[in-house]
């Protein structure tokens, strides 16, 4: 039986930073941002914008085509939780109206959590043939003001249906994964802005990249050739390219512009986007998918790492007629109507980002109608709405 992904929705706030104004704000040379990190724009949350609004968001992006009764699953992902105990998937839950019979939790492995998820859902499909489940990545990277991170900062989700004769991609059986108790990034709950060693982590997430590649080639007899692309959770675009560098070293020309080429479209989104932590390399899928030529039946390999650290690669097959299931006009619309923020203005919203919400507070949105948002707060309840 066939598994895998059957839907894909993508949220990104409504207001971005441009790296050209970024980089001259912080004295910097443009091209370190463009070139050297390979980011040209970055998203921003508003205090009207947090993990579950923009998972709400993702996941309203498809739902009039899922069969909800065959719907037994949620997972949230997310390493930008709104509560300690309390699961973000139960908001999503009641704003789309999902049915109260699906088992529904969040779950935490930094970066690497959509992955666990997916291959949770993966194991309960296998395991229930006729149910569906649905997974959601999302959240807010935010490093600092004036810190070497703040370049790499991000905000958005991805949301997914994984069902049996899927229609975009079929994964195939098989992973490789590698864990180690390290420190390169982390986020204390004291603290509102990331912890991270940033050339450590750089360094660290290509040791795992080597100790997970070559292994499942090697377990599934597969040659770099045998795949038409290589997806990466994307923290910043230089970070995959330096991954995808030890992919194609030493391979014929023709390989290497394939993978090349669908390097450069899988980077696409996230360019514009920055890092969205869980959902990164699913975006980079969604990214090669909408602006490539992927053909049925072309293997793409999946490389999720999360901090702290996981790792894990595996593939899976583009299936016949993939493109009928994609919206690249919405995305493409999403993207290009966004707000460019002065570094005054998103210097206000990024410091805003960072205060506890009173007990109780009202925010009125700017997005657009049919968007969620998170309308503020009452006795510490959040409240979400859509405009
Ligand atoms: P930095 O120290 O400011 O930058 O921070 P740098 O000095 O390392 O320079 C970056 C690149 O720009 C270098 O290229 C320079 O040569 C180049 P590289 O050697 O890497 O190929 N450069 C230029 N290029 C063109 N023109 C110029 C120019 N000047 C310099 N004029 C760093 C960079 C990534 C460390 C920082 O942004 C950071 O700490 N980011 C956050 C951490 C991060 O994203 N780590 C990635 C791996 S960990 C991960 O992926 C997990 C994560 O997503 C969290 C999770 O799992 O939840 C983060």
């Not at 080429?261 to 090669?288: C, E, H, P, W």
């Amino acid at each position: 039986m066939d598994i895998g992904i059957d839907q894909i929705g993508f949220y990104t706030p409504n207001k971005f930073v441009d790296m050209v104004d970024l980089a001259n704000a912080r004295n910097q040379d443009p091209n370190k941002f463009l070139i050297g990190i390979g980011q040209d724009r970055m998203a921003v949350a508003d205090k009207t914008q947090d993990a579950v609004s923009m998972g709400i968001n993702a996941t309203a992006e498809y739902l009039d085509q899922v069969d909800l009764e065959k719907l037994g699953l949620l997972i949230f992902a997310t390493e930008s939780g709104i509560d300690q105990s309390k699961s973000a998937s139960l908001f999503v839950k009641e704003a789309l109206n999902l049915p109260a019979q699906i088992r529904t939790f969040e779950i935490k492995e930094a970066c690497f959590a959509l992955t666990a998820s997916l291959q949770v859902a993966r194991d309960y499909v296998r395991a229930h043939p006729h149910h569906s489940a649905m997974i959601i990545g999302s959240d807010i990277a935010r490093y600092g003001l004036s810190t070497p991170g703040e370049v790499t900062q991000g905000a958005g989700a991805i949301s997914m249906l994984i069902k049996e004769d899927p229609a975009i991609i079929a994964l195939e059986d098989g992973h490789t994964s590698h864990s180690e108790n390290i420190n390169d990034f982390w986020r204390p709950n004291n603290l509102a802005t990331a912890v991270v060693d940033g050339h450590y982590s750089r360094d660290v997430y290509l040791d795992f990249f080597k100790s997970t590649f070559k292994p499942f080639l090697e377990e599934k007899q597969l040659a770099v050739a045998d795949f038409a692309g290589i997806c990466y959770h994307l923290p910043y675009t230089k970070m995959g390219y330096k991954a995808h560098k030890i992919a194609i070293e030493g391979q014929d020309d023709e390989t290497v512009k394939r993978l090349s080429d669908n390097f450069q479209l899988s980077a696409k989104y996230s360019r514009q986007v920055g890092n969205i932590y869980t959902a990164s390399l699913y975006m980079s899928v969604l990214s090669l998918l909408e602006n490539g030529e992927l053909e049925a039946g072309d293997r793409v390999g999946f490389f999720s790492y999360g901090s702290g650290a996981m790792a894990e690669f595996f593939s899976g097959r583009v299936v016949e007629g993939y493109q009928k299931r994609l919206r690249p006009a919405l995305h493409a619309r999403m993207l290009r109507e966004r707000i460019r923020l002065g570094i005054g203005q998103y210097e206000e919203i990024f410091t805003e980002g960072l205060q506890a919400l009173p007990e109780n507070v009202e925010f009125t949105s700017d997005a657009n109608h049919g968007t969620w948002y998170l309308a503020g707060q009452e006795g510490y309840v959040r409240q979400y709405k859509q405009k």
